[in-house]
Nanobody, 123 residues
Framework: QVKLAESGGGLVEYGGSLRLSCTAVGDLRQINTMGWYRQPPGKDHELVAT???????HYVDSVKGRFTISVDYAKNTFYLQMNALKPEDTGVYHCKAEKRSEYQGAKYEYDYWGRGTQVTVSS
């Protein structure tokens, strides 16, 4: 079982920066993929960035070059550094941890979500 809690959201001006943190209760080393998702006002939930246990990262095109996802296992926390923020980055940001395992031929999938943190970028 892993519990996640986000922090670091807030109101920032166009072009500003924020760093979101997702702190886990439970060992992140058992997690295969960590990610950040967001839900803009009136829109669907969307993937922003992911990082695997091997360090491979993936970003949605709209944030490439501006956002960086990272993990600090010593602090049991992963982050989303957001630079050059735009109003279209506004939304509720959720962190997610995925655990995948296999035992005696059966596959198990566990998804853990934080409650979210609001990011608002003013124009």
């Amino acid at each position: 079982q892993v519990k996640l809690a986000e922090s670091g959201g807030g109101l920032v001006e166009y072009g500003g920066s924020l760093r979101l943190s997702c702190t886990a209760v439970g060992d992140l080393r058992q997690i295969n993929t960590m990610g950040w998702y967001r839900q803009p006002p009136g829109k669907d939930h969307e993937l922003v960035a992911t990082i695997t246990s091997s360090g491979d990262t993936h970003y949605v095109d709209s944030v490439k070059g501006r956002f960086t996802i990272s993990v600090d296992y010593a602090k049991n926390t992963f982050y989303l550094q957001m630079n050059a923020l735009k109003p279209e980055d506004t939304g509720v940001y959720h962190c997610k941890a995925e655990k995948r395992s296999e035992y005696q031929g059966a596959k198990y999938e566990y998804d853990y979500w934080g409650r979210g943190t609001q990011v608002t970028v003013s124009s």
